[in-house]
């Protein structure tokens, strides 16, 4: 069973700081996700990743895939209070439908 | 495009009674799926769906579950007879191929069995 581990598993920060969180697992993983889930509403996609050592950049938000592909970072610059939310990693393997996600870290970025 | 489109938002309902979910898929994404949500055990997927096809329904908790897709547009999962432990929230995704590349999600469903 591939199992994601995401930490932290809580975060709270101030407005204007900085951020890093994980998404490791022992598997190797085909693609890996990052999504954003804001309260009362479904996962939004951000980001997929499918190379290793590959980094990708979403405005003030940097994904990297590792080289093994088995782990995942997201970091966070300047964070804003619009960035809050619970942030969920999955992982595939390539033309397999059954996505593995982590529990998720829940961000809360104060004003 | 309007994305994936679940009804209700929320649902109460007293233990016993039958709840039935809806979904509307993206038009042209051919892969559905149905997830519950809860605190201690995150997001399962419960039952995938390829070309209105059931693939694969291993993670449906129990017989009192089921799920149909009669039509590319339209998905639905029935629970009865409900009871307290299956309140959470319900999520619908849709995808273009089988979806190991990631989803697009509903907002979801929740439910409240009392």
């Known amino acids: 069973t591939q199992l994601l581990e995401q930490s932290p598993q809580f975060l709270s920060i101030q407005e204007g700081e900085n951020l890093t969180v994980y998404c490791n697992s022992s598997s190797v993983f085909s693609s890996l996700q990052w999504y954003r889930q804001e309260p009362g509403e479904g996962p939004v996609l951000l980001v997929t990743v499918v190379t290793g050592g590959e980094v990708k950049k979403l405005k003030r938000l940097t994904f990297q895939f590792g080289d093994a592909r088995k782990d995942s970072s997201l970091h966070i610059t300047a964070a804003q209070p619009g960035d809050t939310g619970l942030y969920l990693c999955s992982g595939g393997g390539g033309s397999n439908y059954k996505l593995t996600f982590g529990k998720g870290t829940l961000l809360t970025v104060n004003p | 495009d309007a994305g994936v489109i679940q009804s209700p938002r929320h649902e109460v309902t007293e233990m016993g009674q039958e709840v039935t979910l809806r979904c509307k898929p993206i038009?042209?994404?051919?892969?559905l799926f149905w997830y519950r949500q809860t605190m201690m055990r995150g997001l399962e997927l419960l039952i995938y769906?390829?070309?209105?096809?059931?693939?694969?329904d291993s993670g449906m908790p129990e017989d009192r579950f089921s799920a149909k897709m009669p039509n590319a547009s339209f998905s639905t999962l029935k629970i009865q007879p409900s009871e307290p432990r299956d309140s959470a929230v319900y999520f619908c995704?849709?995808?273009?191929?089988?979806?190991?590349?990631?989803?697009?999600f509903g907002s979801g469903t929740r439910l409240t069995v009392v």
């Open positions: 769906f390829n070309n209105n096809v059931p693939i694969d």
């Open positions: 038009s042209g994404h051919n892969s």
């Open positions: 995704a849709s995808s273009r191929g089988q979806g190991g590349y990631g989803y697009t």
